[in-house]
């Protein structure tokens, strides 16, 4: 008795099989287009939009038109934004033949040239279901300012901070309306009322103000048709130090402690003496501390905890000192990866 076949198909000839195959193909391919005869299809006018000469810290708007050119309802899913960038929809659902707009605010950051970000729509375009939008512009300046950023000593009279000048690039006139600070440890003396294309600004810093806070920005205001506001940070090296300022462990072995030498220097050759210390988990302890010129050497040893679902660790160990400061050394640890 002839064995018995597995399916219709097997049992036909070569020829009647590729008939078969070739009508059925033909059949799928008449369904698809039926189907794609009546999809969504989103087009957009452009993919890429320039915003141009732009000036950093200000806010710039721009558009992407879009159309539904298929014969079934399109249906925005998703909208998927970059850093710096606010979009927003006119309209989630659009019919055939209706158009739509995509509105895009973007904020300049500080840092000049070329900038390009990404934008993401997603629909239920099937052919097409992720759009990638462009968004490009060149940051330039329009008012240079000296210096960009302050380095600030407690030791120095008025911090050593230098005079801070600004000057209009495409010479348009402008006044500062405000000087401010954080913590308003440092300050400058302006007038609202005059105008110009260059000032030449002297700060005034208060060192205590300094002392609590020592790092921080300036923020000047101004009224250039083209730069509202013009952004400085400014640092202040520190009377003490660690150094290193944290420790990391990788693929540290739970439960098994490691040596880790650090010292904490004085920046202002001022005395320092250490009164207490103390490990914020209980993982991290001064096994010897030796004093040296301008600071200590310390011996710190951290016992890694048993390893958790997180796969890591930290620990804090705050260093109290005899003058009121307390230096934290913090400790960062992760664990080797779990094999699979």
Do not use: W
């Amino acid at each position: 008795m002839p064995g018995l076949t597995g399916c219709g198909e097997q049992s036909r000839s070569p020829g009647e099989r590729r008939t078969i195959r070739g009508a059925h193909e033909q059949g799928v391919a008449g369904q698809r287009g039926r189907a794609d005869q009546s999809a969504p299809r989103i087009v957009f006018e452009q993919t890429a939009y320039d915003f141009g000469d732009v000036t950093g810290g200000k806010k710039y708007t721009g558009q992407f038109k879009f159309t539904n050119a298929g014969s079934a309802v399109l249906k925005i899913t998703e909208v998927q934004s970059c850093c710096g960038a606010v979009v927003t929809l006119d309209r989630k659902e659009l019919a055939p033949g209706e158009s739509g707009t995509l509105n895009v605010e973007y904020n300049t950051g500080a840092r000049e040239g070329p900038v390009s970000k990404q934008l993401h729509v997603g629909s239920n375009d099937g052919t097409n279901p992720r759009v990638a939008l462009t968004i490009n512009a060149r940051i330039v300046r329009k008012v240079d300012c000296q210096p960009v950023r302050l380095g600030l000593l407690l030791d120095k009279e008025n911090a050593g901070c230098p005079e801070v000048a600004l000057t209009s690039l495409d010479q348009q006139a402008f006044s500062i309306e405000s000087f401010q600070s954080t913590g308003q440890s440092i300050t400058a003396e302006v007038d609202p009322s005059v105008k110009a294309t260059k000032f030449v600004l002297r700060p005034k810093v208060d060192l205590e103000k300094l002392r609590t806070n020592s790092a921080g920005m300036i923020a000047i205001a101004l009224t250039h048709p083209e730069l509202d506001r013009v952004m400085i940070p400014f640092t202040t090296k520190p009377r003490f130090q660690l150094r290193p300022a944290s420790i990391v462990l990788l693929h540290p072995t739970p439960e098994e402690p490691t040596i880790n030498r650090i010292s904490l220097v004085s920046n202002y050759a001022e005395d320092v003496e250490i009164e207490s210390t103390s490990s914020e988990k209980g993982t991290m302890r001064v096994l010897s501390r030796q004093a040296m010129a301008g600071g200590y050497r310390l011996v710190v040893e951290v016992t890694p905890p048993a390893r958790d679902e997180t796969g890591g660790f930290t620990d804090a160990l705050n260093i109290q000192l005899k003058n009121g400061e307390t230096l934290s050394l913090n400790c960062y640890g992760r664990y080797p990866t779990a094999a699979k």
